[in-house]
Nanobody, 125 residues
């Protein structure tokens, strides 16, 4: 059974930083990309960042570019999201996701097969 367990969320003031982690287990993830999505209250879940299996390619939403950094440790089956210069509009539940690298649609929720339970990030002004 595949499990994705996120951690690292919390409460931070604007301008602060948080590092999210997502540990994946239950199968071999070779050839799978890993991503982070987020969902703010009353809004749809949106893409934040993704990384290829090799780690050689990273992708970011415009809102995350320059502030967030996604990385991974394949030996640990873990993906990280370092978030700096946080803003109140970054407040959301952050979800880790894993999906096969079939095409370039890394930003689509439908491209991901497995999802974590989410971790809350709250940024105060």
């Amino acid at each position: 059974q595949v499990q994705l367990v996120e951690s690292g969320g919390g409460f931070v003031q604007a301008g602060g930083s948080l590092r999210l982690s997502c540990a994946a287990s239950g199968r071999t993830f070779s050839g799978y990309r890993m991503g982070w999505f987020r969902q703010a209250p009353g809004k749809e879940r949106e893409f934040a960042a993704a990384i290829s299996w090799s780690g050689g390619s990273t992708y970011y939403a415009d809102s995350a570019e320059g502030r967030f950094t996604i990385s991974k440790d394949n030996a640990k089956n873990t993906v990280y999201l370092q978030m700096n210069s946080l803003k109140p509009e970054d407040t959301a539940v952050y979800y880790c996701a894993v999906g096969r690298e079939f095409g370039p649609w890394y930003y689509r929720r439908s491209e991901y097969d497995y999802w974590g339970q989410g971790t809350q990030v709250t940024v105060s002004s």
